[in-house]
């Protein structure tokens, strides 16, 4: 499907037809096994959360600078925007930065969202931010893990830095979160762009305390990217892993068998049952707002449009059309834009 001009699409907008006109067909497990086999691969030891926070307070916002634990040795830093009106409790909104970025990049986000009357979270993803001793150095860390990850021989010990280690964060971010007394437990949102909306769809498609998600250019179909040849801009977000990879395998380049090889240790059945096709079915009915970019090399439209699609079957089955939405920008490659910012506060302030 080509998008020549600005769209915003519902579910009776798009034809199944025509999104999945030039797509793989998959077969998914059942969305009760992809979501216990999904929570079965993340799982590890539970650790008191022990949250400690510095509280800085202003005429407009109350702002919250600390931690969580979300492993025995995995200290989550956190970023929390709170009203200054003094309700008893604030839906909230958990919002994530992108490869290379910190949470302090959603300043602006969880300004805008406490002006709405809503609660502001954000966190450094692994090997991002603050959890690098000295600060992060844009992405360098987080290729360096990735690297390590797929070097490591021990099988009982296998780390997943590359995205799925930030989901499990997420969902202990969320037992945080549902804690505090000036939180409402059943009006939370997650969001976020690039990086930051694949590990949201990750983390909220199986966690249905999450009742609102906005996906900013990172909705897409991975094994697509793999069959049809466009796979090297998502390679290229942990390029030096996948160049070790290479290497490691024999290859003097980057091609689809060793990129895939990647994904398989990394990310496991990636291209399967926890691609995004498969576990955005899983968000209905709850209220889900995607946004992407015509000519995004990283999540590649006709990759999107299967994910859409895959959830926009299970949203009308659910008689919950009017809860998910689309916006793709024309032209546009791999950049989130001040629309795209407005449009999620708006959703967000919509069904919160």
């Not at 305390?209 to 069959?227: A, P, T």
């Not at 996948?242 to 380049?253: F, N, T």
Request: with cysteine; aromatic share 10%; glycine share 6%.
């Amino acid at each position: 499907m080509l998008f020549k001009i600005k769209i915003l699409c519902t579910a009776a907008a798009l034809s199944f037809g025509t999104l999945f006109s030039s797509a793989q067909q998959i077969n998914y497990p059942p969305a009760d096994k992809v979501a216990a086999d999904f929570k079965k691969l993340l799982e590890r030891p539970r650790v008191p959360l022990n949250p400690s926070f510095d509280i800085t307070k202003t005429d407009s916002v109350i702002i919250e600078h600390g931690f969580i634990y979300s492993e025995k040795n995995e200290r989550v830093p956190i970023l929390i925007y709170k009203p200054v009106t003094g309700l008893k409790s604030y839906p909230a909104v958990i919002f994530l930065h992108g490869t290379g970025g910190k949470k302090e990049d959603n300043k602006g986000m969880l300004y805008q969202l406490v002006k709405k009357g809503i609660m502001g979270v954000s966190i450094d993803a692994r090997f991002h931010g603050e959890r690098i001793a000295g600060g992060a150095h844009g992405s360098k860390e987080y290729v360096a893990a990735a690297t390590a990850a797929w070097e490591n021989k021990d099988k009982a010990h296998q780390t997943h830095p590359f995205l799925f280690d930030t989901a499990f964060d997420l969902w202990r971010v969320t037992d945080y979160l549902t804690s505090r007394p000036d939180v409402d437990p059943n009006r939370l949102g997650m969001g976020g762009i690039s990086m930051g909306g694949i590990e949201t769809w990750l983390a909220s498609s199986v966690d249905k305390r999450i009742k609102v998600i906005v996906l900013d250019i990172s909705v897409q179909s991975f094994q697509w990217s793999l069959d049809n040849d466009k796979w090297q801009a998502r390679a290229g977000t942990i390029q030096g892993a996948h160049l070790q990879a290479a290497k490691d395998l024999g290859d003097s380049a980057l091609n689809k068998r060793n990129v895939k090889a990647v994904w398989d240790k990394l990310l496991p059945n990636i291209t399967g049952e926890f691609d995004c096709p498969s576990l955005l079915r899983l968000m209905a009915p709850r209220a889900l707002l995607v946004i992407g970019t015509e000519n995004d090399p990283n999540c590649p439209l006709p990759g999107a449009n299967i994910a859409y699609a895959s959830a926009m079957q299970v949203y009308t089955a659910q008689k919950a059309s009017n809860k998910i939405n689309r916006d793709v920008t024309p032209k546009l490659f791999h950049t989130s834009t001040p629309q795209h910012f407005r449009m999620t506060l708006d959703w967000f302030s919509k069904w919160l």
